[in-house]
């Protein structure tokens, strides 16, 4: 008979709209808001790092990690605030002025009090001819943590340069060395 599977499909369908129906226990919606949270603001440590980075602001920019965070770049590890702070102090270029880091593809999977992070970065200059170009593009692969005050902090911050240009930037602008194999 045609009608025994209708009816059949109509009982499980009443029967389960009951559970369908029912609220999120309060946990789950805790944790789902909490996720939700820590997402943006991993999020907001990311965008903030490339303001903090183009302002050559240093100070801040080594306390964006945690008191043993480390910063892996150039073949060389830093690991401590004051490191990350003398290694940028000392040797970070200035690109010109209009220079700027971009970052995009932010894949940010947290569990608890601790996320790794996957992104893309590009660093974009004024070319001789005045027109934009990208100088070097890569990726970071982070973990970041929830520090003790509460704050979303690099516990290591791996860079990946994986493309540099060999197009003239502008006047004053360093000249950027061969890119490191990919890993």
Known sequence: MKLRPIVLALALAVSAAPALAAPAPAASLAARLQRVEDLQKIDALLERYYWIIDAHDYRTYSEMFVADGEL????SQFKGRQAIFDMMS????????????TGSDHEVDPKG????????WAMIVK????????????RYEDVVVRDKDGQWRFKSRHVFAEMRTTAPA??????????????
Not at 90 to 101: A, I, W
Not at 127 to 138: C, D, K, S, T, Y
């Open 72 to 75: 892996i770049c150039c073949s």
């Open 90 to 101: 000392k040797s970070s270029p200035n690109f010109g002025p209009g220079s700027v880091h």
């Open 113 to 120: 009090d601790t996320a790794n992070v996957r992104s893309r």
């Open 127 to 138: 070319r001789a001819n005045g027109e934009p170009g990208i100088l070097e593009r890569g």
């Open 170 to 183: 502008a006047a004053g602008a360093p000249t950027p060395a061969p890119a490191a194999p990919a890993r």
